[in-house]
């Protein structure tokens, strides 16, 4: 799923050429999973093409369904004059607004973050570069300064699991030094699910 950096200047004619449509959806384990391009328009817009796209992929499931969107960009007004937000994200979310278990993942504003608007619930992640500022706290939008006694302040991954309900298990780990020093990236991964007592790479092998 592109980012506005991926997309944007040329409409996303690139991105797709290499990786295939931008907006797509799939099933698994009975979740439904969508995929929203809200970059490619030149503005924070999914599109009604896109939008009719998405209302008729959903309109074969029950209103007791799971769905998982991903989108690039928060789908509700987090901080409009930083671009945190999507003009017709209100459109997206009133055609989801009927199904009892949303979840929403988006990037873009490289910080946690978290919102529930009626049975939908927004989660950002952290970013691996580049934290930003709060935007509950801060007047302009800037990078979090680097700290070299904390060199990963701010920075994380996310987690995605299944908690064998109807939701789905979202885990945000800040990273440390401690944690990061002498690991790769994707020992970091196992280490971290190790500790919250979940399968790793490793033990599968």
Do not use: C
């Amino acid at each position: 799923m592109p980012g506005e950096n991926d997309a944007a200047l040329d409409g996303g004619v690139l991105y797709r050429e290499h990786f295939g449509e931008s907006h797509y959806s799939f099933d698994h384990k009975g979740v439904h999973f969508i995929a929203l391009d809200n970059v490619s328009r030149a503005h924070p817009e999914v599109g009604a093409d896109q939008l009719a796209w998405m209302k008729s992929d959903i309109a074969r499931f029950p209103k007791t369904a799971p769905i998982v969107v991903f989108t690039h960009r928060p789908l509700f007004d987090l901080k409009p004059e930083w671009e945190w937000f999507t003009a017709d994200g209100d459109d997206v979310m009133n055609a989801l607004a009927p199904f009892d278990n949303v979840t929403v993942l988006y990037g873009h504003i490289h910080r946690q973050n978290f919102a529930q608007h009626g049975n939908a619930r927004h989660h950002a992640a952290r970013s691996l570069i580049f934290a930003f500022n709060d935007p509950a706290t801060n007047a302009d939008k800037k990078q979090m300064p680097f700290d070299k006694d904390q060199p990963f302040n701010g920075l994380g991954i996310r987690l995605v699991g299944d908690n064998k309900t109807a939701n789905v298990e979202i885990t945000d780990v800040e990273l440390t030094t401690q944690e990061f020093g002498g690991l790769s990236g994707i020992q970091q991964i196992n280490k971290t699910n190790e500790a919250l007592g979940r399968s790793s790479a490793n033990d599968a092998d």
